[in-house]
């Protein structure tokens, strides 16, 4: 089988495609061809180094996948050749709070990842996808898709009619765009782009805020919101924005901590926390019940996640460059 390898720090020109033996089958494993990976902005830090991988070892890349079971281990029993599978961000952590052994082993980081055309699994590893989705939407899911639920409405604890901040449309913000308007949330989404905002209210946002023509855009949010704040931010950007997030977020909201698009660290005054009552709250992904809860979501709600482009499997260099661009809105797949 064909498989990509990539030494950690190499950056994207490290992306190696070789030929390799496919992996053997244990008694309760499963044997997945995929059929397309989905990238994260995590993909992109290991790549450049930035984030912690397995002992520098040359890892087969990517997280999320989806395909087709096309082999069952003798000992079996959750699935059968031809259901359409995807794979799970930590394939230990079933439900409950993250510890270190349910997080341990994370594909394509910890562990060899699913930008391969087979993947062999435990069965108790793997997720359905919903019916209508195609391999390319059923990819998103596993990162993208199950962070943005934990952050809305497991560490957010958002019900209808509550309001939520959304940084920039990339492939977390976008998905929980969607995620919010079929839940009967207030979105407001930030971009520099007035043509992504115009597609992010197209998706359902509330209010939309240029960052670029509005730079103190925390102001805005409390205007939209009558002095409130929102009751949640999904917070990708990191070390340029966290302060004006958590100015954003009005007296017992959350900033979720999801990612750090331009850098990590920066000063924060505790008395933001303090005196408005808000919370921090660091999101690692999430678990599988998350991951199916989300799939109801997505079910009842018949909802498409937005692609923004797909890419040949021999061009996967090519899809790594065009996230590294912050031209998509919302996910860039390979296909495979």
């Given at each position: ?18 030929d ?7 008694p309760?494993?499963?044997r997945v061809?995929v059929?397309?990976?989905s ?17 520098g070892q040359?890892?087969i890349?990517?997280?999320?996948a ?5 082999e069952?281990?003798a000992a ?12 799970t961000?930590?394939?230990?952590w079933?439900?409950?709070a993250p510890?270190?052994?349910r997080?341990?082993a994370?594909?394509?980081?910890g562990?060899d990842?699913v ?5 062999v699994?435990g069965?108790?590893?793997l ?7 195609d391999?390319?939407e ?10 943005a639920?934990n952050a809305?409405?497991v560490?957010?604890r ?7 901040l959304l940084?920039?449309?990339g492939g977390v913000?976008?998905w ?5 308007h079929?839940a ?7 971009s520099s782009s ?10 359902g946002?509330s209010?939309t ?9 925390q102001?805005e949010?409390l ?6 704040g ?9 070390q340029g924005?966290l302060?004006?997030?958590v ?5 017992g909201?959350?900033?979720?901590i ?12 505790p008395?933001a926390l303090i ?6 709250s ?8 998350m991951?199916?809860d989300?799939n109801?979501?997505v079910?009842q709600?018949a ?6 482009r797909?890419?040949a499997f021999?061009?996967?260099?090519d899809a790594?460059?065009?996230?590294a661009s912050?031209?998509h809105?919302?996910?860039v797949?390979?296909?495979?």
């Amino acid at each position: 089988m064909q498989v990509y390898r990539l030494q950690p720090g190499s950056d994207i020109a490290g992306l190696q495609l070789r030929d390799e033996a496919a992996p053997s089958l244990a008694p309760h494993q499963v044997r997945v061809r995929v059929r397309a990976v989905s990238l994260n902005f995590r993909d992109l830090m290991v790549a450049r180094g930035t984030y912690l991988a397995s002992g520098g070892q040359a890892l087969i890349p990517g997280s999320d996948a989806a395909g087709e079971v096309v082999e069952i281990g003798a000992a079996v029993t959750r699935w059968r050749v031809g259901d359409r599978v995807a794979s799970t961000f930590f394939p230990y952590w079933q439900d409950g709070a993250p510890t270190a052994a349910r997080t341990r082993a994370a594909p394509g980081a910890g562990a060899d990842g699913v930008l391969a055309e087979q993947i062999v699994w435990g069965e108790d590893q793997l997720v359905g996808v919903p019916a209508h989705l195609d391999w390319h939407e059923a990819a998103t899911l596993t990162c993208a898709g199950v962070t943005a639920w934990n952050a809305l409405f497991v560490e957010g604890r958002l019900k209808p009619g509550a309001s939520v901040l959304l940084l920039g449309t990339g492939g977390v913000s976008i998905w929980g765009l969607q995620l919010a308007h079929a839940a009967g949330l207030r979105a407001i989404v930030t971009s520099s782009s007035d043509a992504k905002l115009e597609r992010a209210r197209q998706l359902g946002a509330s209010a939309t805020i240029n960052y670029r023509a509005t730079p103190e855009w925390q102001e805005e949010v409390l205007r939209l919101t009558d002095g409130a704040g929102v009751d949640a931010v999904l917070e990708v950007g990191g070390q340029g924005t966290l302060k004006r997030s958590v100015a954003s977020t009005g007296m017992g909201g959350t900033v979720a901590i999801i990612g750090g698009v331009s850098g990590f660290g920066g000063e924060l005054e505790p008395f933001a926390l303090i005196g408005g009552a808000r919370r921090l709250s660091g999101i690692f992904v999430g678990s599988h019940a998350m991951h199916h809860d989300l799939n109801r979501l997505v079910t009842q709600a018949a909802i498409r996640p937005v692609i923004d482009r797909v890419f040949a499997f021999d061009q996967a260099r090519d899809a790594y460059e065009h996230l590294a661009s912050g031209a998509h809105f919302g996910k860039v797949v390979i296909g495979v």
